[in-house]
Each structure stands twice: as structure tokens, then as C-alpha cells.
């Protein structure tokens, strides 16, 4: 049996203490009072943190609920300095899920962990809740990671900002997307397969051509999910467009294989031409912080864009508000031309596995850097707070101090 090393004694954690107080977190190094892991824990020192939109919405929420002292954050890339965990070794980089699973209740016994009745969050009550041993949020040098958490190491090839995509946003798109493409849409690709291999001449000797083989998908909102999927689908065989409110987000998204579309283009901003129906709407808008401006059409009502049998898509956790009034999509429309909603806002520990070979797949096709920020010290937490809120990147990078 391998000898575990010591754990630690200290850790320097963020710790929220209410959105209605001045400052609204303090950084302080806490005492760990941790004298050996649980069987399957794993214990991580974090190289970088991702601050996620629903991590910021914490620092100016006015709901009571938000108001307990906790250490926020569930996305992060570090090394493992103690482990209980059979595969995990010591030494390994790894990232993990966001979630902690009961693995007990009857829906994780039946592998739908999305739907654990006893689920805990990482940067979340009760489980990041103040405490000198719990170590439950990434906005700390340290995080215990529980026996219902995913984990996977991540190899040399994706760097640890690359790497902190995976944990959040990837791993969910990759939950919504595989549902579509394995569930719904199975036939729709095996006749673009089967039309490229006996015509597969004629396909290449024309784009156009090509083009239409191919399944469409329209992504709505290009923050962080919106992008993911745009490379995802376009990974699976789809012809993908994008429309959001931010041309410089439609530019980014259009680096990860989408055409963008906008509505309002001038000379300097050139606007794909949207197919009159398409097999898939996929609306991504809800990583935005600003919900005081609607999205300009909502997207719900664009169920018209549709071809019979398609699907609508509907990834993260939007708030209401984002869609704008009056959006819905009627039943009659579901029912009169066969479409199929899909909901994905959690994901399977396999997804997350999904995400890292994703990254190692596509490493040096996607510019992935570009949707991170400069990394901030965790000492400059009010800089990494402000950029988040102005949106000048699609995820904030934070170093931990240890």
C-alpha cells in the first residue's frame, strides 16, 4: 500500500459572506482540520479556477438564500496530493464534475445521475458551506473532492486553461448535443453517411453540394456553451450557424466552425444566409449576466426554423427573463410537425470524460484560448470580478494562492 503523504494544514480560500455586504468576500488563509480522507475522496491542490457565470450572479444576487458564507466556484484543473480513489494516483492533473452524486438513490443506481435526489454542488450550500474542513469550492488552493464526483486525468497535451473548459460548459454541451444527434436524429445521419458513400464523386466536386448532405443546426447566444456547441456540432457532421446580439462574439464563434448570422449586418459585419428551415435549434444564452436586456427575438417562437421532426435543443440553466416576453413554443407546433425538446442542463460522469477527449481531439483546431481571460491572482479577486461582469471574456481565469 502506498504511504499517503500529509495533508495539508492550511489552505487560502475566497470566502463569500453576502452579496449585501461591502466587500462582498474576503481572501483569508483557514485553518484544515482534515486527518484522513474518506474511502474514494480525493484531495487537489488547484492550478486554476473558472469563474462561472452562476459563480458571479452569487456576487450581486439580492435573494436571501445567497447571503450563507460559503467558498463559491466548481470549475478548476489541479494535481491530486492525496487520494482514496482507485485509478487516482498522486501526482495526476486532473479535473472534475461539477456535481457530487449520491450514487445510492434509485435514479443514480440506474446511471441517470442528472436526476440525484441527493445532489450536491461544488461551489454550493451544503457542501461549500464555511467550514474548516470542508474545502468545497475551487476559489481555494485546496478542494476535497467526494466519493459521488467524477474525476478524470487530463493529458499533456491540453493545457490547464484548456482543461477548465471541460468540467462546466463542455461536458454540458456534450450531454445535449449526444442526446440529439443518438437519440433523435440517428437516422438523419446515417442518410448523410450513406449519401456521401454512394455519391461521394459528386459530393466533393461541389460545396454546395456538400453542404446540403449535411444535417443544419442554428445556435442562438454565443457565450461559452454557445461556442462549445457550435464546435461540437460541427465536429458531428453539421452545417452550423450562430445569431447573437454581440458581433464580436459571432466573429469568435465563427473561428469555431460556425457561420454567423445577424440580423442587422452592415458592410462590416457579413451575415451567413440561414437556411428557411433547419434540422436543429440549439438556444445557448443562458451563461449571460445582463438579463435586463431580452434577447432581440425570442428564441423560443423561432420553433417555426424547424423542418418537421426537428429538435429544439435547450442548453444550460437561462433564466427566464433572457427569452424575452411572450416566448413560447406552442404545442400544436410539436405535435403538427413532430419536433422533438430536449433539455440539458447537468450532465453523466461520462460526458465529462467526453469533454477531455474532446479537448485532446480538437487541440490546435479550435483557438480555444481565446475565450479565456489573463489569469488573476486570487489576491486581485475584484479585477477577475469586474471583467466577468463587463464580459470582456467568455470565462475568467483565476490562480489560487498556496
Known amino acids: 500500500m502506498v504511504q499517503q503523504p500529509p495533508l495539508p494544514t492550511q489552505a487560502t480560500c475566497l470566502l463569500f459572506v453576502g452579496a449585501a455586504r461591502r466587500p462582498s468576500f474576503v481572501v483569508e488563509n483557514c485553518r484544515v482540520r482534515l486527518k484522513e480522507l474518506a474511502p474514494s475522496e480525493v484531495l487537489v491542490r ?33 494535481d491530486v496530493i492525496a487520494s482514496r480513489r482507485p485509478g487516482i494516483e498522486v501526482g495526476v492533473r486532473v479535473v ?22 441527493n445532489v450536491t454542488k461544488y461551489g454550493h450550500p451544503p457542501l461549500a458551506s464555511l467550514s474548516e474542513s470542508e474545502l468545497g ?22 493545457s490547464d ?38 455519391d461521394a464523386a459528386a459530393t466533393a466536386e461541389s460545396a454546395e453540394g456538400e453542404s446540403r448532405t449535411k444535417p443544419t443546426a ?28 454581440n458581433v464580436s462574439r459571432l466573429r469568435l464563434a465563427s473561428k469555431f466552425h460556425a457561420q454567423p448570422v445577424f440580423r442587422e449586418a452592415g458592410p462590416l459585419t457579413p451575415s451567413a444566409s440561414l437556411p428557411e428551415r433547419v434540422d436543429a435549434v440549439v438556444v445557448a444564452i443562458g451563461s449571460r449576466l445582463d438579463y435586463s436586456d431580452p434577447y432581440p427575438s425570442p428564441p423560443l417562437l423561432q420553433g417555426q426554423l424547424l423542418r418537421p421532426g426537428g429538435a429544439l435543443l435547450l442548453l444550460g440553466q437561462p433564466r427566464y427573463s433572457a427569452f424575452g416576453k411572450g416566448a413560447t413554443l406552442e404545442a400544436a407546433d410539436i ?62 481565469v483565476v490562480r489560487p494562492m498556496y
Not at 475551487?138 to 478524470?152: E, F, I, K, N
Not at 486553461?161 to 440517428?186: I, N, W
Not at 454565443?222 to 461540437?232: D, H, I, K, R, T
Not at 442542463?345 to 489573463?374: M, N
Open 137 to 158: 469550492g475551487t476559489l481555494s488552493s485546496h478542494v476535497l473532492l467526494r466519493a459521488g464526483t467524477a474525476v478524470c486525468p487530463v493529458p499533456t497535451s491540453v
Open 335 to 396: 405535435y403538427g410537425r413532430d419536433l422533438c425538446v430536449i433539455g440539458a442542463s447537468e450532465y453523466e460522469p461520462d460526458h465529462l470524460k467526453d469533454a477531455v477527449q474532446f479537448l485532446e481531439s480538437t487541440e490546435g483546431k479550435f483557438p480555444y484560448s481565446e475565450l479565456l481571460s489573463p489569469v488573476y491572482p486570487l489576491s486581485d479577486f475584484q479585477n477577475a470580478l469586474t471583467s466577468a461582469l463587463e464580459r470582456k471574456f467568455l470565462r475568467v
Open 218 to 245: 442554428l445556435v442562438q447566444g454565443c457565450g461559452l456553451v454557445g461556442v462549445l456547441a457550435c464546435a461540437v456540432l460541427s465536429e458531428m457532421g453539421f452545417r452550423v450557424f450562430c445569431e447573437d446580439f
Open 46 to 78: 488547484v492550478r486554476l479556477a473558472g469563474l462561472c457565470a452562476s459563480d458571479v450572479r452569487r456576487f450581486i444576487s439580492e435573494d436571501a438564500h445567497d447571503e450563507c458564507a460559503l467558498v463559491p466556484g466548481h470549475e478548476a484543473v489541479g
Open 161 to 198: 486553461g484548456h482543461a477548465l473548459l471541460a468540467s462546466c460548459a463542455l461536458a454540458t454541451v456534450l450531454a445535449g448535443v449526444l442526446r440529439l444527434t443518438t437519440c433523435h436524429m440517428p437516422m438523419l445521419l446515417l442518410d448523410r453517411n450513406k449519401m456521401a458513400g454512394e
Open 96 to 117: 472534475f464534475s461539477s456535481s457530487n452524486w449520491c450514487s445510492t438513490c434509485e435514479w443514480c443506481r440506474r446511471g441517470a445521475h442528472v436526476a440525484c435526489e
